[in-house]
């Protein structure tokens, strides 16, 4: 197998522009997520086993809705109107929730939440890739770069709207998302025509003489071979993700009955634990997006399935200090420091960074270009189950012992792990010599 030579790390200007849209979107929904379980309990007075499934429930159709949204853009509208289209409904969703504390304004707000994340999120991430050519070695940096201003929004939002939420009224921590979703909003509309190479505009559409020559344009097998490779590595991410999301259920609710929270007689408020793991991302993503460029060039880097491993040994690491943690409440029956969740968090962060943006440079690499936001949202569709299943666990939380309820979660990516390592060959074969 050749390695392209790389001949600049300079990442394409476009990158940047999709970098702050994405940024403040990621803002506006982690905003949403650290605070939804905490309003749900505290103000719509729901148990925490209900809590934590509707939590489960909202956050995998966010992830399920790509679907719709990858495929409205690919037939008739491209990215770049889906992303303004979803954009606003995002911004709705958030000031519905906010302006009144009942359930007709929860389930409205959150169905255009739903609605708006399907129309945005695939379709931003398509671009990402389309600035890229396929064998591109930027590509997997770039993305992680692209991933960090993910996070980037996500550690800024706890401290703002988590904040409010807690501090004043949780009707100012989903105003102040949905703030952050319109300054996403300006940031694309400002940018999208000067700085994204022409790409995300409407599909075009052929001529007769072209639908003629090529009526229903059939997959390649080689092309047949990279789409299952997509849905394979979906597959084994449920293993991951069905873990990693118990952050905006389980262990908020860890952070706030079973962790000592005061500082120097402060009290560190529970939704700022959900900007532990954008925090990590921030230092971290540099770092790993350096790392893989400089293995690229000595052609060293790991192959993606090999990537994914390493994410599941690390999510796994960081739950048994979870187990750990767990014991020392049961044996002391005190409370325990705010470190144990850190580290955690650090760990968890470390397998993120190994999964999340490779898998995504992943899925732009192998998907037919007619086909490129479909399948990004067919990628989601994984985060969308893996959400479902950490909900419906979560609410097992304070039923069973904290160690055992911890210890599965250690179990659940080191089985995904060793499954995806014992097939590792065959799936690098079936990606046709694509990284």
Wanted: with cysteine; aromatic share 16%; net charge positive.
């Amino acid at each position: 197998m050749t390695t392209q030579v790389v001949k600049t790390d300079k990442q394409p200007t476009g990158l940047y522009v999709l970098f702050l849209t994405e940024m403040w979107e990621r803002f506006s929904y982690y905003a949403m997520r650290g605070i939804l379980v905490l309003y749900l309990i505290k103000v719509l007075q729901f148990s925490e086993s209900h809590a934590s499934k509707l939590y489960g429930l909202v956050t995998s159709l966010i992830y399920l809705s790509p679907l719709i949204g990858g495929y409205i853009a690919d037939k008739f509208w491209g990215q770049r109107r889906a992303i303004i289209v979803g954009g606003i409904l995002i911004a709705l969703g958030q000031f519905a929730i906010a302006s009144n504390p009942t359930l007709s304004f929860l389930y409205a707000g959150l169905f255009l939440l739903i609605l708006g994340n399907g129309l945005f999120k695939p379709n931003i991430s398509t671009i990402v890739g389309e600035l890229y050519e396929q064998n591109d070695p930027r590509r997997d940096a770039g993305f992680t770069i692209f991933y960090m201003g993910i996070n980037l929004g996500a550690f800024i939002c706890n401290f703002v709207a988590g904040t409010l939420a807690e501090k004043i009224g949780f009707g100012w921590g989903f105003a102040t998302a949905g703030f952050g979703m319109i300054l996403g909003l300006t940031v694309f509309i400002w940018g999208k025509n000067k700085h994204l190479q022409g790409q995300g505009k409407k599909p075009k559409k052929l001529t007769k003489e072209e639908k003629l020559a090529n009526p229903n344009a059939p997959l390649t097998t080689a092309e047949k071979q990279r789409i299952a490779v997509i849905f394979i590595m979906a597959f084994f991410s449920i293993f991951f993700w069905s873990a990693f999301e118990q952050a905006g259920a389980s262990l908020t609710i860890f952070a706030e009955k079973f962790t000592d929270r005061f500082i120097f007689g402060w009290q560190m408020p529970t939704s700022w634990f959900q900007s532990v793991n954008p925090m990590f991302i921030i230092l971290f993503a540099p770092l790993f997006s350096k790392m893989w460029l400089n293995l690229a060039k000595k052609g060293m880097e790991p192959s993606t399935p090999a990537k994914f491993v390493w994410g599941f040994m690390a999510l796994a690491f960081g739950f048994l200090i979870l187990v750990a943690a767990s014991y020392v409440i049961q044996t002391t029956d005190a409370k325990v420091g705010i470190f144990w969740l850190i580290f955690a968090y650090m760990f968890h962060t470390m397998g993120e960074l190994c999964l999340s943006p490779v898998g995504l440079s992943l899925v732009t690499k192998l998907a037919p270009v007619r086909f490129a936001s479909l399948l990004m949202g067919t990628w989601f569709l994984a985060n969308a189950l893996a959400n479902f299943t950490a909900g419906f666990y979560s609410g097992y939380f304070g039923h069973i012992s904290n160690v055992r309820f911890f210890g599965t979660l250690v179990i659940m990516p080191v089985v995904g792990g060793l499954l995806l390592l014992s097939i590792k060959k065959y799936v690098i074969k079936w990606m046709n010599g694509i990284r």
